[in-house]
């Protein structure tokens, strides 16, 4: 372990309490969209039934609140903890179309595999409630 390194802590902070993402000559913001539809579409955990486990900065340090981390539902086949992925692990498209018959019909038109679009022609938010900004 290297000890001129700042802690995991710290980097965290300053990564995500950032305005704007440095300037990079390659990468747009097409790769975060990418990133976060790879997440979505090959893993999902449930949270388990254990406590939180909330974990405070280092003494000294300028914030009070703790980061809370929730620990993933798991199987012990043969006595080895696996969490449980409850999607495929295949970048399949399945965050876009559904993971399971339910949400596939829910999304598509049925009609030539198109999906449902709302009255604007986008597709449509399934989990929505109301389209009260159209």
């Known amino acids: 372990m290297r000890d001129d390194l700042p802690p995991a802590r710290e980097v965290a902070q300053r990564v995500f309490s950032a305005q704007q993402a440095p300037p990079h000559p390659s990468v747009s913001a097409l790769l975060y969209a990418w990133g976060q539809l790879v997440i979505t579409d090959i893993a999902q955990t449930n949270k ?5 486990i909330d974990l405070f900065p280092p003494c000294g340090n300028d914030t009070s609140s703790a980061d809370r981390f929730y620990r993933s539902a798991f199987v012990t086949p ?9 999607k ?13 018959e339910e949400e596939r019909s829910s999304i598509r ?13 986008f597709p449509m938010d399934v989990g929505a409630e109301n389209e009260s900004c159209s």
């Open 48 to 52: 388990s039934k254990a406590e939180p």
């Open 78 to 86: 043969n006595g080895v903890r696996h969490p449980v992925n409850l």
């Open 88 to 100: 495929s692990a295949w970048i399949d498209g399945s965050s876009l179309y559904g993971h399971t």
């Open 109 to 121: 038109d049925g009609k030539d595999g198109r999906v449902r679009l709302d009255k604007r022609g």
